[in-house]
């Protein structure tokens, strides 16, 4: 990924929430992450599931995608396709540059600003709203590898481990877990 140094840091380029169900998420001065919830006042902030077509499954599902987190440098990648996508547009609360999310293992540990933590539980899985914001835009963030194995390129979940209030510029800093390093899988 081009403009990304290293999975060890980062920092906050948007944090955006919303209190109703929309694709698109507005940009804040600063969010506020709630242990075991979410952003506070966000529609997917709670301890079970938020996103619709999981309770429309079972309402009763841990909530594992609290926080999604995007890194800035997709925005650019798909840029270079002709689609102009800002911070907060593909439904991400925090926007971050820098940090080769995708690349971070399962149970990942994310700090964030001065107190907040997120543990990281998987990959968002591009549906198909992304289609309906651009046309063509889900095919530039899910594709397949020379393998034939599906890539996810939307971002990472996570949920809320310590609370706190992040914002723009804010560092972020990854703890890796012990080993054997779990990699991502759709959540």
């Known amino acids: 990924m081009s ?5 060890g840091t980062g920092t906050v380029t948007a944090v955006s929430s919303n209190g109703e169900y929309s694709f698109t998420k507005p940009n804040r001065d600063s969010i506020t992450l709630l242990p075991g919830l979410g952003v506070a006042g966000d529609v997917h902030a709670g301890v079970t599931v938020k996103h619709r077509s999981r309770v429309a499954q079972d309402p009763t599902q841990p909530n594992l995608r609290q926080v999604h987190l995007i890194h800035r440098e997709l925005f650019d990648e798909v840029a270079e396709q002709g689609f102009e996508v800002a911070p ?3 439904g ?3 926007t971050t540059q820098g940090i080769d999310l995708l690349s971070l293992p399962t149970g990942t540990l994310l700090r964030i600003g001065a107190e907040a933590v997120v543990e990281v539980t998987g990959l968002r899985n591009p549906c198909l709203q992304i289609e309906g914001f651009q046309a063509g835009l889900l095919k530039q963030v899910v594709g397949r590898d020379e393998a034939g194995n599906v890539v996810r390129k939307a971002g990472i ?3 809320v481990r310590a609370g706190g209030e992040i914002r723009r510029g804010d560092t972020i800093t990854a703890e890796l877990p012990e080993g054997p390093h779990r990699p991502l899988e759709r959540v």
Not at 3 to 7: A, C, L, Y
């Open 3 to 7: 403009g990304i140094t290293g999975m």
């Open 88 to 90: 907060g547009q593909l």
């Open 92 to 94: 991400e609360n925090v």
């Open 157 to 159: 979940m996570s949920v």
